[in-house]
T-cell receptor, first 112, second 115 residues
């Protein structure tokens, strides 16, 4: 079975400092992995996806993630946080067929 | 393109009533998926439908929940005799074809509160 574990339920950073949101995955074969962002009372927006091409994936709004098979990780990073980045972030794996399995989420707080 | 439209955005029901949640997929999309997000949790898959067919309902509770995607009109997620534990955000997504080929787009969700 495929699954993802988000290692931090809450992350707090100061505006202008780097962001690191950690995600480990478990998969019996090469997975498709995604990061989604959810702003309060809004839907989900796809930030980026990994589908076995380049291991460093660039997404929207300056986010990127690196697929590391040896560490079974897919951490999300951004060099400099903005206030507008405050939201909940989900690491997601494509399991069987068209079904997605979501991590429990990481709430990112950006302090001025 | 209006995106995936869900309505209502917020729905309040008393225990024992029925809740009907609607999802209009993006134009041309024939695949619809429903997910549920309980408070403080990630989204959990419920059901995957194509026009007039249920493809995978392995995430649906066995009782009180049903889903349909008729030939004409929106997809409907129906919850009968709601209980407080059904309070959650319900998200719909649609895709042009299978997820592997096209990915999918989420709607903004319906937030159900059972009082």
């Amino acid at each position: 079975a495929q699954s993802v574990t988000q290692l931090d339920s809450h992350v707090s950073v100061s505006e202008g400092t780097p962001v690191l949101l950690r995600c480990n995955y478990s998969s019996s074969y090469s997975p498709s992995l995604f990061w989604y962002v959810q702003h309060p009372n809004k839907g989900l927006q796809l930030l980026l996806k990994y589908t076995s091409a380049a291991t460093l994936v660039k997404g929207i709004n300056g986010f990127e993630a690196e697929f590391k098979k040896s560490e079974t990780s897919f951490h999300l990073t951004k060099p400099s946080a903005h206030m507008s980045d405050a939201a909940e972030y989900f690491c997601v794996v494509n399991t069987r067929g068209s079904r997605l399995t979501f991590g429990e989420g990481t709430q990112l707080t950006v302090n001025p | 393109n209006a995106g995936v439209m869900q309505n209502p955005r917020h729905l309040v029901r008393r225990r024992g009533q029925e809740a009907r949640l609607r999802c209009s997929p993006m134009k041309g999309h024939s695949h619809v998926y429903w997910y549920r997000q309980l408070p403080e949790e990630g989204l959990k898959f419920m059901v995957y439908l194509q026009k007039e067919n249920i493809i995978d309902e392995s995430g649906m509770p066995k009782e009180r929940f049903s889903a349909e995607f008729p030939k004409e009109g929106p997809s409907i997620l129906r919850i009968q005799q709601v209980v407080r534990g059904d309070s959650a955000a319900y998200f719909c997504a649609s895709s042009l074809d299978t997820f592997e080929n096209y990915g999918y787009t989420f709607g903004s969700g319906t937030r159900l509160t059972v009082v």
